[in-house]
């Protein structure tokens, strides 16, 4: 079965621009997660998704904002973009309800540079 | 406040030895931890998981044990291969709160042939 998509897989941007990054998850799946990954600090959770409505939100401002639709895809958008937002940002999504993190598939990630 | 730690940036072990990566944690709420291994430009992959309830569970060539009284779990590897070289991340959940893992932030483990 097709895994976690994530388009694009790169993404170069200008400092104060914005940008919307997509995630389409395994078919079935309900719940959708974002991280961003950056050198050294491990993967920060920025929110979770499940059936159309946030259900967990990281510590992050809120220039971060995501979304997802009735087909499970999500969509996560960066607004006034500075230099330290350049990071590999991730998708996971997952079958199960409880909230254990078990089965979490990851995409291969979008790679967003702020220049 | 890091919540998961992984305090050894790097581990280096000979082909055929045992690899064991080790990850803290201080939220006592957390009841489900997972590993994960993570190549370049790709996304992190499940590896196993270890319930609270637990304190050690086996898939082949891994084994995760949990000691909830010291807030420790740890990753074995044996025997060790080249294909393992990569960054392994530790990750920990607290169910009924939604799929938030709080990672920490990876070890990297080279594998010499």
């Known amino acids: 079965k097709a895994g976690v998509t994530q388009t694009p897989r790169y993404l170069i941007k200008t400092r104060g621009q914005q940008v919307t990054l997509s995630c389409s998850p395994i078919s079935g799946h309900r719940s959708v997660s974002w991280y961003q990954q950056t050198p050294g600090q491990g993967l920060q959770f920025l929110f979770e998704?499940?059936?159309?409505?946030?259900?967990n939100k990281g510590n992050f401002p809120g220039r971060f904002s995501g979304r997802q639709f009735s087909n499970s895809r999500s969509e996560m958008n960066v607004s006034t973009l500075e230099l330290g937002d350049s990071a590999l940002y991730l998708c996971?999504?997952?079958?199960?309800?409880?909230?254990?993190?078990?089965?979490?598939?990851f995409g291969s990630g979008t790679r967003l540079t702020v220049v | 406040d890091q919540q998961v730690k992984q305090n050894s940036p790097s581990l280096s072990v000979q082909e055929g030895r045992i690899s064991i990566l080790n990850c803290d944690y201080t939220n006592s709420m957390f009841d489900y931890f997972l590993w994960y291994k993570k190549y370049p430009a790709e996304g992190p992959t499940f590896l196993i998981s270890?319930?609270?309830?637990?304190d050690k569970n086996e898939d082949g060539r891994f084994t995760v044990f949990l000691n909830k009284s010291a807030k420790h779990l740890s990753l074995h590897i044996v025997p060790s291969q080249p294909g393992d070289s990569a960054v392994y991340f530790c990750a920990a959940s607290t169910s009924g709160y939604g799929n938030k893992l709080v990672f920490g932030a990876g070890t990297i483990l080279r594998v010499k042939s």
């Open positions: 996971a999504s997952s079958l199960n309800q409880l909230g254990t993190g078990y089965g979490y598939t």
């Open positions: 270890i319930s609270s309830i637990k």
């Open positions: 998704y499940f059936s159309e409505t946030q259900r």
